[in-house]
T-cell receptor
Framework: TQLLEQSPQFLSIQEGENLTVYCNSS?????LQWYRQEPGEGPVLLVT?????EVKKLKRLTFQFGDARKDSSLHITAAQPGDTGLYLC????????????FGDGTTLTVKP | EAGVVQSPRYKIIEKKQPVAFWCNPI?????LYWYLQNLGQGPELLIR????????DSQLPKDRFSAERLKGVDSTLKIQPAELGDSAVYLC????????????FGPGTRLTVL
């Protein structure tokens, strides 16, 4: 069973601050996805990382995949209230084709 | 392009009653997923379909849960009888094929069992 542990579980910050959230596992993933979920809605894909050490940027969001493809981080620069939501990571493993494993997410609140 | 459609959005029932959820995936998407999401947790896979075939239902509690995707398009998830612990959000997602990294989620059905 592939488990993804996300930390912190909750994060509350002021607008303009920077933050980093983490997604860790003891398993190797062929790819890892980050989703954002707002209350009352389903998760929406932000990015997919595939290559160990890969860094992807999406405006103020920076995603990094660990060299060993077991962990990932999401860094947000100058957070805005619109960034508030549940950030989920999901891993797709070669050994469990077609089945993504989701972490329990980080609930981010950005206060104006 | 329309997204994944789910209905109803909310459902409140008493325990031991049956309930059904409906999902219409994005047109052309062969793979359909049903997930359960408890408050404060990530989605947990219940069942995955490739066209009309259920290829992974290992996490589906088959004593009370059933699902179908008869024509390989829309799908129904049923619980009979519902228990208090079934209260959760039931998410449907689809992807073009099972090898796709991205899943497109519907808004979910929030079930409350009293």
């Amino acid at each position: 069973t592939q488990l993804l542990e996300q930390s912190p579980q909750f994060l509350s910050i002021q607008e303009g601050e920077n933050l980093t959230v983490y997604c860790n596992s003891s398993s190797v993933f062929s790819s890892l996805q980050w989703y954002r979920q707002e209350p009352g809605e389903g998760p929406v894909l932000l990015v997919t990382v595939v290559t160990g050490g890969e860094v992807k940027k999406l405006k103020r969001l920076t995603f990094q995949f660990g060299d060993a493809r077991k962990d990932s981080s999401l860094h947000i620069t100058a957070a805005q209230p619109g960034d508030t939501g549940l950030y989920l990571c999901a891993g797709l493993a070669n050994t469990n084709a077609g089945k993504s494993t989701f972490g329990d997410g980080t609930t981010l609140t950005v206060k104006p | 392009e329309a997204g994944v459609v789910q209905s109803p959005r909310y459902k409140i029932i008493e325990k031991k009653q049956p309930v059904a959820f409906w999902c219409n995936p994005i047109s052309g998407h062969n793979t359909l997923y049903w997930y359960l999401q408890n408050l404060g947790q990530g989605p947990e896979l219940l069942i995955r379909y490739e066209n009309e075939e259920a290829v992974d239902d290992s996490q589906l509690p088959k004593d009370r849960f059933s699902a179908e995707r008869l024509k390989g398009v829309d799908s129904t998830l049923k619980i009979q009888p519902a228990e208090l612990g079934d209260s959760a959000v039931y998410l449907c997602a689809s992807s073009p094929q099972w090898t796709s990294d991205e899943q497109f989620f519907g808004p979910g059905t929030r079930l409350t069992v009293l």
